[in-house]
């Protein structure tokens, strides 16, 4: 019997300290969070009011990866007014951002409440490699993501730590555009207007361009 209760004891301490842990380290991403927003957006701290379509937080991840890393806060009114969103379509957000990145990314996403509102919070690592979207790639300059032209990703390809994850990514970004004009020409084909003929066009031109062109500088030959 009183070794039944020293177990039973021991267990409810253990339990509390693990609460008591989780409790500590949510306090303090909270508090980092908290100095995040009062900081405003900068290189390395993308603000959104609402939650974007997964094509832009894509592009925010590549240009973060490919700078310096960041976070980005889902929920936030410039200049750092809390508006919060809803948790389960930036799940789901999420998810498919994931699906149009190429090359060796990490991220970690969380839900912090502040002021009684939930933030999405999407934290990106400096990747060692390109990364990549379904669009294209981005940099971090200052407060804005700029796209990279086939001069500037042929020189960070070739500069990259890994070359050969460097070079994967551009071509897995490649077969990535080649399905989305895929998807374009069917437009293209059922378009009624010689308008909407020449945006899609317009489009899967774009797409594919800057990517097989830094393929082909890099002696990569695609079809």
Do not use: C
């Amino acid at each position: 019997m009183g070794a039944g209760l020293t177990i039973h004891s021991s267990r409810r301490r253990f339990a509390a300290r693990l609460n008591s842990s989780v409790s500590q380290f949510m306090t303090d991403m909270t508090l980092d969070i908290e100095a995040l927003v009062a900081g405003g957006e900068s290189q390395t701290v993308e603000f959104k009011e609402a939650l974007p379509p997964p094509g832009i937080i894509a592009r925010l991840v590549s240009a973060f990866a490919n700078t310096d890393g960041g976070v980005i806060l889902l929920g936030i009114r410039e200049p750092n007014q809390v508006v919060g969103v809803q948790v389960e379509p930036f799940e789901r957000a999420y998810q498919r951002v994931l699906e149009r990145l190429t090359g060796e990314v990490r991220t970690e996403k969380s839900v912090i409440n502040l002021g009684g509102k939930s933030v999405g919070v999407i934290r990106v690592e400096k990747s060692t490699s390109l990364v990549g979207t379904t669009e294209g790639y981005f940099m971090r300059f200052g407060e804005s993501t700029k796209p990279l032209d086939a001069k500037e990703l042929s020189s960070k390809a070739t500069h990259s730590t890994n070359s050969n994850q460097a070079i994967e990514s551009l071509a897995q970004t490649v077969a990535k555009q080649t399905e989305e004009i895929g998807k374009l020409r069917e437009s293209f084909e059922k378009a009624n207007s010689w308008k909407r003929k020449a945006l899609y066009a317009l489009i899967g031109a774009l797409a594919s361009g800057a990517a097989k062109a830094v393929l082909t500088s890099l002696g990569i030959e695609i079809g």
